[in-house]
């Protein structure tokens, strides 16, 4: 048995959620076998007929009407701490993004055959700027705006 000092070292594992088969070594199966997993926009995400117009110079619209779009994953609040009457103000994305930090640490507990130090791993994650209740809070922001609006068009 050796006595060398340990060496420290980043171990990196990825986890993520993608459209198809889902996970980061699905999403290299889905590459290399040329999936085309672009669909038509859900109509549980937004209705097609309210921002699409052909002309991709059509003010306030777009003229994308497909996208990848993943299928429903499962969350479970208590697994994260996280007590359920909080789960309406956080934002999907949040909650998208433990599941794949969850995912991760999983990763490399398997691969490392469980000789990890949880006490010197880290989760680092990528952020956006446009979640959900982002563009929530930004859109109440403006509501002196629209009822200003409103009541210049004549409405109580």
Known sequence: MS????????IVGMGA??????DVTGFWR???????LLSDVPASH????????????AKDKTYGRRGGFIDPVAFDP???GIPPKTMEGTDTAQLL???????TLQDIERDSEGRIDKSRTSVILGVAS???????MAGRLQRPVWVNA??????P
């Open 97 to 103: 993004a433990l599941v794949a930090a969850y995912a």
């Open 46 to 57: 937004w209705l097609v007929e309210d921002y699409y117009d052909s002309d991709p110079l």
């Open 78 to 80: 208590l697994t994260f």
């Open 17 to 22: 959620i993608f459209p198809g088969r889902g």
């Open 3 to 10: 006595s060398k000092a340990a060496i420290p070292i980043a």
């Open 130 to 136: 446009a979640t959900e209740l982002t563009a929530h």
């Open 150 to 155: 409103m009541r210049e068009a004549g409405l």
């Open 30 to 36: 889905d590459v290399f076998e040329g999936r085309d």
